[in-house]
């Protein structure tokens, strides 16, 4: 069983910082990829960075520049630290991680986060 517990989500002021951190329920060496999404309000589910086992990282255009992903193995948490942040980043965040199926690894599973509420206002 896997599960995630995101932290650091709060209220900020645009033009400012947060670090979200997603600790995972066992090593993160299993995650073959691991990243994040988000969903505005009213709004649907949008990719946000994804960062693979081998460290290569991804992200979505509107935050490029802006957003960073990292995963610490031996502290088995993944993070996003987000600045220059905006009010349309204002949205739930979740952690997501991808975990091939053994023993045959012909096929994955992805693990969810519960969420995180991020909001960017003055």
């Known amino acids: 069983q896997v599960e995630f517990v995101e932290s650091g989500g709060n209220l900020v002021q645009p033009g400012g910082s947060l670090r979200l951190s997603c600790a995972a329920s066992g090593s993160v060496s299993r995650f073959t990829s691991m990243g994040w999404y988000r969903q505005p309000p009213g709004d649907q589910r949008e990719w946000v960075a994804t960062?693979?086992?081998?460290?290569?990282?991804l992200y979505a255009d509107s935050v490029t520049g802006r957003f960073t992903v990292s995963r610490d193995n031996a502290k088995n948490t993944l993070y996003l630290q987000m600045d220059s942040l905006e009010p349309d980043d204002t949205a739930v965040y979740l952690c997501?991680?991808?975990?091939?199926?053994?023993?045959?690894?012909?096929?994955?599973?992805?693990?969810w986060g519960q969420g995180i509420q991020v909001t960017v206002s003055a």
């Open positions: 960062i693979a086992d081998n460290g290569v990282s």
């Open positions: 997501f991680g991808t975990m091939p199926n053994l023993p045959s690894r012909t096929s994955a599973t992805t693990y």
